[in-house]
């Protein structure tokens, strides 16, 4: 098993930082669809961030994969609160944003949260 861990800063950017920093990570190690889904959510996860803990630029955002054989586990982590895991509420459809938590529930194969010094999601995919 390797671990690949990145950082990089909230405000605005978290979410395309996030994006690019699972291609430099993963991109080699994952399916296209795998990378894509990884990317997607690593993405949701850091506006969830910027938007609920308010991570500005000044701020700290980090990301741990860990990809065995089959799968790939994912944290990332924040300085907020955090929330507690469940099943995301449903958001409303007439208002942008909301779906971050219902797309992390459906794509990945299992998550949830972890408190330390940090607050950190964490997700599971299968690699193919």
Same mark, same amino acid.
């Given at each position: 098993m390797s671990i690949r861990r990145r950082?990089?800063?909230g405000g605005a950017g978290a979410p395309m930082h996030a994006r690019r920093?699972?291609?430099e990570?993963?991109?080699g190690a994952l399916s296209r669809? #795998?990378?894509g889904d990884v990317?997607? =959510?690593v993405s949701e996860l850091a506006t969830n961030s910027v938007r609920h803990a308010g991570?500005?630029?000044q701020d700290e955002l980090g990301i741990e994969a860990a990809v065995d054989d089959d799968r790939v586990r994912v944290r990332l982590c924040d300085g907020g609160y955090g929330f507690e895991a469940g099943a995301p509420e449903k958001p409303d459809v007439?208002? #942008?944003?909301?779906f971050g938590?219902? =797309?992390l529930d459906r794509l990945a194969d299992a998550w949830g949260v972890q408190r330390g010094e940090r607050f950190c999601v964490w997700f599971e995919l299968a690699r193919s």
């Open positions: 950082r990089f800063c920093a699972v291609r990570t993963l991109g669809r #795998a990378l990317e997607l =959510l991570c500005g630029e007439a208002q #942008a944003g909301g938590l219902v =797309l």
